[in-house]
């Protein structure tokens, strides 16, 4: 398996426009969340999903943060407007989440996001 | 390449015991490293972020420390309670990446 796939890689943009990043979770996990990393606040969960359906939201920073999830191999978190502020690096996990146990989460690469 | 290390693996204790978990790592150019909860099921809790300036960080019944020369933090939580039974990650941010430990499975018994 590839692993976490996210993309871009890296994405500079202008405050105010629209960003979406995308993640493809490893093939057969059910578990998908979400991150933002800065060096001030380290890693943050925004958001995580079980089965496609979301289950905890309560990271999302505000609502200019949504995220998607339409099937099991593809999600999506999207800000719209983007502001400076956002800029960070955002990762993806998968696992393979079973009731009753802790799973180990596999990471995407992550994507450098800039906002001007 | 950055090591992370966790020991004990797992552990069990009374409640109500003061217990410590430790995270070595092997470049201590780092940038900050940070100890995590994860529940079953759940994604990762940020407990405490420990910056490569600082040494100790608090929060409530937990503490963190931080050596850089000797690649050691430790987490100490005091007067545990069953709630606190998960398993606690230890990761070091160095320039661009970001390293985790394998955990501690923590079981804190009534």
């Known amino acids: 398996d590839a692993g976490v796939i996210q993309s871009p890689r890296h994405e500079v943009t202008e405050m105010g426009q629209e960003v979406t990043l995308r993640c493809k979770p490893i093939?057969?996990?059910?578990?998908l969340f979400w991150y933002r990393q800065t060096m001030m606040r380290g890693l943050e969960l925004l958001i995580y999903f079980n089965n496609n359906v979301p289950i905890d939201d309560s990271g999302m920073p505000e609502d200019r943060f949504s995220a998607k999830m339409p099937n099991a191999s593809f999600s999506t978190l999207k800000i719209q407007p983007s502001e400076p502020r956002d800029s960070a690096v955002y990762f993806c996990a998968s696992s393979d989440g079973t009731s009753g146990r802790t799973d180990t989460q596999y990471f995407g690469p992550g994507t450098r996001l800039t906002v001007l | 390449k950055q090591e992370v290390t966790q020991i004990p693996a797992a552990l069990s204790v009374p409640e109500g015991e003061n217990l410590v978990l430790n995270c070595s790592f092997t470049?201590?150019?780092?940038?900050?490293l940070q100890w995590f909860r994860q529940d079953p099921g759940k994604g990762l809790t940020s407990l405490l972020l420990?910056?490569?300036?600082?040494r100790e960080q608090t929060s409530g019944r937990l503490n963190a420390s931080l050596d850089k020369s000797s690649g050691r933090s430790t987490l100490y939580i005091a007067a545990s309670q069953p709630g606190d039974s998960a398993t606690y990650l230890c990761?070091?941010?160095?320039?661009?990446?970001?390293?985790f430990g394998a955990g501690t499975r923590l079981t804190v018994k009534p």
């Open positions: 093939s057969g996990h059910n578990s």
């Open positions: 990761a070091v941010i160095d320039n661009n990446d970001m390293r």
């Open positions: 420990i910056q490569s300036s600082q």
């Open positions: 470049d201590s150019a780092i940038y900050n």
